[in-house]
T-cell receptor
Framework: GAGVSQSPSNKVTEKGKDVELRCDPI?????LYWYRQSLGQGLEFLIY????????KSGLPSDRFSAERTGGSVSTLTIQRTQQEDSAVYLC?????????????FGSGTRLTVV | GENVEQHPSTLSVQEGDSAVIKCTYS??????FPWYKQELGKRPQLIID?????GEKKDQRIAVTLNKTAKHFSLHITETQPEDSAVYFC????????????FGKGTLLTVNP
């Protein structure tokens, strides 16, 4: 597609429920990244997929968080048993990840509110 | 891992003045340093980047400088305009086998008319 698409744009869920956030990267981008941005805060790294390599999961805050990327394209970030502190904007980005070009293009994010 | 420090956290300038935002990084292997602008409620967007083989890069009113020895880089905005008001993030990456960006905590720039 023309840009990075994320869905839903907004999600309100009850504490304890599971949620799935979707990211559709730019076609041909081999790298996909998830970040979290809490209100007024910076960009916290969560997970990074690069081609067929094992993902870099070093930023996932707990085992309630997981992500997968199917067929090297669409990615889903799953948060199980959501807590109020999970409320944030979840941003996905993709990049060509080549030696000459590895700047990110971000999606518009999913605003998650846990009540 | 990489650590990126950014300051100031807030910056207020008068329209037409210059603004400078500074970042330091810890990983000497980092070689790519982009800057992102995030307007309120919008996604971060790349505005300029620099690689470690270059000391300075300019694009109209925006410039970035890099000092590899001191491990710091800066964003300079000249002739600021109200539409420059946003949060600016610096970032660093090693490239090569790992293109992950580590971001600074951001600078809220306010340009007063």
């Amino acid at each position: 597609g023309a840009g990075v698409s994320q869905s839903p744009s907004n999600k309100v869920t009850e504490k304890g429920k599971d949620v799935e956030l979707r990211c559709d990267p730019i076609s041909g981008h081999t790298a996909l990244y998830w970040y979290r941005q809490s209100l007024g805060q910076g960009l916290e790294f969560l997970i990074y997929f690069q081609g067929n390599s094992a993902p870099d999961k070093s930023g996932l805050p707990s085992d309630r968080f997981s992500a997968e990327r199917t067929g090297g394209s669409v990615s889903t970030l799953t948060i199980q048993r959501t807590q109020q502190e999970d409320s944030a904007v979840y941003l996905c980005a993709s990049s060509l990840a080549s030696r000459s070009n590895y700047g990110y293009t971000f999606g518009s994010g999913t605003r998650l509110t846990v009540v | 891992g990489e650590n990126v420090e950014q300051h100031p956290s807030t910056l207020s300038v008068q329209e037409g003045d210059s603004a400078v935002i500074k970042c330091t990084y810890s990983d000497s292997a980092s070689n790519y340093f982009p800057w992102y602008k995030q307007e309120l409620g919008k996604r971060p967007q790349l505005i300029i980047d620099i690689r470690s083989n270059v000391g300075e890069k300019k694009d109209q009113r925006i410039a970035v400088t890099l000092n590899k020895t001191a491990k710091h880089f800066s964003l300079h905005i000249t002739e600021t305009q109200p539409e420059d008001s946003a949060v600016y993030f610096c970032a660093a990456s090693r490239g090569g086998s790992n293109y992950k960006l580590t971001f600074g905590k951001g600078t809220l720039l306010t340009v007063n008319p």
